[in-house]
């Protein structure tokens, strides 16, 4: 787990606390844009694949 702050990692990306803030908390106005730039200053990256029958909370322990 990364311990940043949404305003380092907006620093890092180059963009506003605010920005970060709502895509920590899954606006859905959030521009694909906006997470691959937060992934690549957080080293990591999206993996696309076959959505499995996982619940909801499993999704939520992840972060």
């Known amino acids: 787990m ?3 702050t949404q ?3 907006g620093d890092t990306m180059h ?3 605010a920005t970060i803030s709502k895509l920590e908390a899954g606006e859905p ?3 694909i844009r906006t997470l691959t ?5 957080l080293d990591l990256e999206l993996c696309i694949r076959p959505r499995t029958m996982g ?9």
Do not use: M, P, Y
Request: hydrophobic residues 55%.
């Open 29 to 31: 106005a959030t521009q």
């Open 2 to 4: 990364k311990r940043i």
């Open 55 to 63: 619940s909801v909370k499993a999704i939520e322990d992840l972060f």
């Open 15 to 17: 963009a506003r606390q």
């Open 7 to 9: 305003s380092a990692l």
């Open 37 to 41: 730039d937060a992934l690549a200053a």
